[in-house]
């Protein structure tokens, strides 16, 4: 039974510096989520997709964050120009989606971002 | 206005005192609530959702109720593998999508 994974689970970057995050969702499901979660806070929703279309983007999501899921599959989140600020844990989700709006989200281990 | 708000922040229990940790929410046209448990350091683990108010839901020691502004969270019985930060969260229409909003967490702790 394979759930959702990420990669990498933590990373150390300097400011300034590009990261870039994976996600593999679980195999069948056709939407994925990604979140951020700091210290003592719930995770907050930064974007989803159903299938390789990017559907919404919450305002937390500023121009240096950028997110693909090419054909549909894995997705990446590319952070340009770090800041301190964007120190958080980085969390994917992913869910299948019916006609029912049945939309339970199974979330994967995280990435945790610290930037220097 | 937080729009999701779980209580206690924290709460300390013996193994096998029973207690309920509460979410309250403001949104309207609520179209799930959800319930996740995170251990330290890991994702949140999916526990229940719930869709309409009167609806309950069961697992091991766990017992999840909606009411049309809140749900609780029953924990009988706990042992100490519990202890974790409870999340509550909400899907609801005019929020974002399908996002969910979260509360900020129960941290709850059972001492053996």
């Known amino acids: 039974d394979t759930g959702v994974s990420q990669d990498p689970r933590h990373k150390i970057t300097k400011r300034g510096q590009n990261v870039t995050f994976r996600c593999d969702p679980i195999?069948?499901?056709?939407?994925l989520y990604w979140y951020r979660q700091t210290l003592g806070q719930g995770p907050e929703f930064l974007t989803y997709?159903?299938?390789?279309?990017?559907?919404?983007k919450s305002r937390l999501l500023s121009d240096r964050f950028s997110a693909e899921r090419p054909k549909g599959s894995f997705s990446t989140l590319e952070i340009q120009r770090t800041e301190q600020g964007d120190s958080a844990m980085y969390l994917c989700?992913?869910?299948?989606?019916?006609?029912?709006?049945?939309?339970?989200?199974?979330f994967g281990p995280g990435t945790r971002l610290t930037v220097l | 206005e937080d729009q999701v708000t779980q209580s206690p922040e924290a709460l300390r229990l013996q193994e096998g005192e029973s207690s309920s940790l509460n979410c309250s929410y403001t949104?309207?046209?609520?179209?799930?609530l959800f319930w996740y448990r995170q251990d330290p350091g890991k994702g949140p683990e999916f526990l229940f959702t719930?869709?309409?108010a009167g609806e309950e839901k069961e697992k091991e020691r766990l017992k999840a109720t909606l009411t049309k502004k809140e749900s609780f969270l029953h924990i009988t019985a706990p042992k100490p593998e519990d202890s974790a930060t409870y999340l509550c969260?909400?899907?609801?229409?005019?929020?974002?999508?399908?996002?969910?909003?979260f509360g900020k967490g129960t941290h709850l702790i059972i001492q053996p």
């Open positions: 989700a992913s869910s299948f989606m019916t006609g029912r709006g049945y939309n339970e989200q199974f």
């Open positions: 195999s069948e499901h056709n939407r």
């Open positions: 997709f159903q299938n390789e279309a990017q559907l919404e």
């Open positions: 949104v309207s046209g609520l179209r799930g």
């Open positions: 719930l869709y309409s």
């Open positions: 969260a909400v899907m609801y229409s005019g929020g974002g999508a399908d996002g969910l909003t």
